[in-house]
């Protein structure tokens, strides 16, 4: 038999697997020794004033409300420092317009975690759509006990703004991850891992149920079930009137799946390959493929976005129309209907265009796609949304109609806007559609934003890629090396980064000041705030899947080797130095920036690395790891072990390199990617004598480390006074 390298590499010996009981006796002492540890250096004078500055951010009762429509009513969810768990609540349309609308509070997070003794986070409702002219009444609320992914569903009344009691038939889902869809108003469709369901191998649902009021879940007649080595089964009902469906979703992996759809109590297959993404509505079938789709001697690109008629597709027909297709510059985000007309959200070199398509007009262009009209809404380094605000609603109370649409602009210094519009088809019977919006609601501004300047740059990557990078900065930036600078980015998942307002950014960044020269007052010109910069790298989904697949598995080094290449950029074009410049990302992000601290140490003066993924060699086995083998590819595989390891910080720790100085942040209730390797990472370098290690893990907040908003505040201090000490003060 023939030795392979992959054979005869020795397995990594891990000193630190006691640190994977996540609620150990002994594992919590040592979180709370290091925890006491970081807030000893961080927690000073300077950090009390920040975290003040950003809750007081977090907590501004001026910031914009955002709402979701359902019936005649506008609803919110809301958290503020009389309300650290949040309100939620609704108004009316009218109310809504005005500066200080009345508000009717249908839940007191905060009381009833008083009320219960549990810390409950609200994960949002999902209404049962109600009989012609009835008002939306019964709501499944989604709380959880801690902010991680596992949920408890309640059946809520929001006329009696109380919960339906589970001893009168209401529903009651015990804590556990999975998802619920309303069948009727007495039946569920549940996939749940509670009461002894099984579980996938990624920790999610393996079955689904239909749940009737009153029964036990325990009992429930089984509806779908996918492989254990699949990652979650779901199901939903479509309850749109005259379009009722039931649908099944069977997730072998991330970018994998197969869709059914429920024909006289039998699952149908929607005939598609497993990685094009599949979405009805009404008479509608809409499909992406993340990889070229070759059908009926067509080839239809990855990233296009595709039509045909659902009972014509389900009974053979492949005559497809396209609606989009993607070009070297251009992708499809997302995508939504009002009754009449169809959104997309585009991104053309990372600042968003929006098109508006019209079904019932054929455009003058082959392929028998639909017409359609640019929407003038867009400024250049911008990310601009536009959805329906209620596709079934044709004569609403607050005057509105189904061809309503929001849209939500944003940019690095433009403060959120709301505007509602109305989409109408030209009068002349040409092509195109008309569009009308106006500003409902702004965000305030918490920074002087006028004061700074965005612009987009594009460094180029180790095989001539371009990669285009935003640099937020003060308008006189010097250009001489000394900027304390601030670099993100992600790089996974078709997640793409673009333009956004944060106040905290700016007021915990680009407006801290501190001198960089000996003896210099506050009045000199080398006494400066701070440069934020994030990166478009491949991995995410700037410009469509061929960028994320550009850095799956084998391919990841290129992720790395793009953020390097913009890291090395701002130090040519001398925004920055090595000293200077500082990168922070989560989750996946956290690994990108761990492999920043292990592959590249001599571009960074400081790493901020949040609820990580870093022992590589364990990740599918903790937590719902085993979920993400499609992004990174499975080390129980000798072969594919080979290039993990490649971008694995915990083992690629080395003696006698200078690291960045490092901050390694986390959650013990994160249930997602989990706080373990978070903790083994920094355990080994706190034993390898590297100095300049910190380590922080929050208690409660799940994967988004944080619960409420002054734990946010706090969470996000830590990271922005960490780095500035590092880069701009120094953290002796």
């Not at 067509?298 to 039509?307: D, F, N, Q, R, V």
């Not at 005559?319 to 997309?344: C, G, H, K, Y």
């Not at 809404?377 to 605000?389: G, I, K, M, S, T």
């Not at 001398?574 to 590249?600: A, D, I, P």
Request: aromatic letters at 10%.
């Amino acid at each position: 038999m023939t030795t392979t390298a992959a054979d005869s590499a020795p397995e990594p010996v891990d000193e630190n697997v006691w640190l994977e009981e996540i609620y150990g006796e002994e594992q919590l002492a040592w979180v709370k020794e290091q925890n006491s540890r970081t807030e000893d250096l961080l927690e000073d004078a300077d950090y009390a004033g920040l975290e003040g500055s950003i809750l007081e951010v977090l907590d501004s009762t001026d910031r914009l409300a955002m709402v979701g429509k359902r019936g005649d009513w506008y609803y919110n969810f809301w958290k503020d420092r009389h309300n650290p768990k949040g309100l939620w609540r609704r108004t009316t349309w009218e109310s809504y317009c005005t500066d200080s609308p009345e508000w009717d509070v249908l839940l007191d997070v905060d009381e009833l975690a008083a009320a219960e003794g549990q810390e409950w986070v609200f994960h949002g409702a999902t209404f049962l759509r109600p009989g012609a002219g009835e008002p939306y009444r019964l709501a499944l609320l989604a709380l959880s006990p801690d902010g991680g992914d596992a949920n408890r569903y309640r059946e809520f009344d929001v006329e009696s703004r109380s919960f339906v009691d589970p001893a009168r038939g209401g529903f009651d889902l015990p804590t556990a991850k999975g998802n619920v869809s309303w069948l009727d108003a007495d039946t569920l469709l549940v996939a749940s891992t509670a009461d002894g369901l099984p579980k996938t191998a990624s920790s999610y649902a393996r079955t689904a149920v239909t749940l009737k009021r009153g029964a036990e879940l325990a009992g429930a007649p089984l509806l779908f079930e996918v492989p254990e080595h699949h990652m979650m089964a779901v199901v939903a009902h479509d309850s749109t009137p005259g379009f009722e469906r039931t649908f099944a979703v069977d997730y072998i992996d991330f970018f994998n799946r197969r869709n059914l759809v429920l024909r006289d109590g039998e699952w149908v297959q929607i005939d598609v390959p497993t990685d094009v993404n599949v979405s009805a509505h009404r008479e509608w079938l809409l499909f992406r493929p993340q990889q070229d789709w070759a059908i009926d001697g067509t080839t239809y690109p990855a990233g296009s976005l595709l039509a045909c008629g659902f009972e014509d597709y389900l009974a053979g027909a492949r005559e497809l129309a396209v609606l989009f297709a993607p070009d070297a510059r251009t992708s499809l985000q997302s995508w939504s209907w009002t009754r009449n007309f169809l959104l997309l959200n585009l991104l053309k070199d990372v600042s968003s265009e929006i098109r508006v398509l019209d079904p019932s007009r054929p455009s003058d262009g082959p392929g028998g796609a639909w017409a359609a009209t640019l929407l003038d809404a867009c400024p250049p380094l911008h990310d601009v949304n536009a959805y329906a605000v209620d596709d079934e609603d044709a004569e609403a109370s607050d005057g509105g109609a189904g061809d309503d649409f929001w849209l939500v602009a944003t940019g690095f210094t433009t403060p959120t806007t709301l505007m509602r519009g109305t989409l109408e088809r030209t009068s002349d019977g040409t092509p195109g559609v008309v569009s009308r919006h106006a500003v409902v609601k702004a965000s305030p501004s918490f920074f002087a934003d006028a004061d700074y300047e965005v612009q987009q740059h594009f460094a180029v990557s180790e095989d001539g890629t371009r990669v285009p990078y935003f640099q937020v900065a003060p308008r006189n930036l010097a250009l001489d090396g000394q900027n304390p600078t601030q670099l993100s980015g992600y790089g996974g998942f078709e997640v793409s980064r673009t333009p956004a307002y944060s106040g905290t950014v700016g007021r915990a960044w680009l407006e801290r000041r501190t001198s960089l020269s000996a003896g210099a007052d506050g009045d000199d010109p080398h006494s400066r705030g701070g440069v934020y910069v994030v990166a478009n790298i491949r991995g995410g989904g700037e410009y469509g899947p061929a960028w994320h697949r550009a850095a799956l598995q084998e391919n990841r080094h290129k992720a790395y080797q793009d953020f390097a290449a913009v890291a090395r950029d701002l130090i040519s074009r001398g925004v920055t130095s090595r000293e200077r410049l500082g990168c922070v990302g989560g989750s996946n992000g956290g690994l990108l920036v761990g492999n920043m601290l292990t592959r590249y140490p001599e571009l960074f003066g400081a790493v901020s690395c949040g609820v990580p993924l870093l022992d590589m060699r364990g990740y599918t086995r903790l937590s719902a790891g085993h979920s993400w083998i499609a992004e990174y590819g499975d080390p129980d595989v000798p072969e594919q072990w080979e290039y993990i390891r490649t971008f694995s910080p915990y083992h690629l720790l080395k003696d006698g390199v200078e690291y960045p100085e490092t901050f390694i942040w986390t959650a013990t209730s994160d249930d997602r990617v989990g706080p373990v390797q978070a903790r083994k990472m920094a355990a080994r370098m706190l034993a390898m004598g590297i100095p300049n290690v910190w380590f922080h893990e929050a208690l409660e907040g799940g994967h988004a480390g944080a619960s409420d908003n002054r734990q946010a505040a706090a969470l996000q201090a830590r990271s922005q006074h960490f780095l500035w000490k590092a880069l701009a003060g120094g953290l002796a």
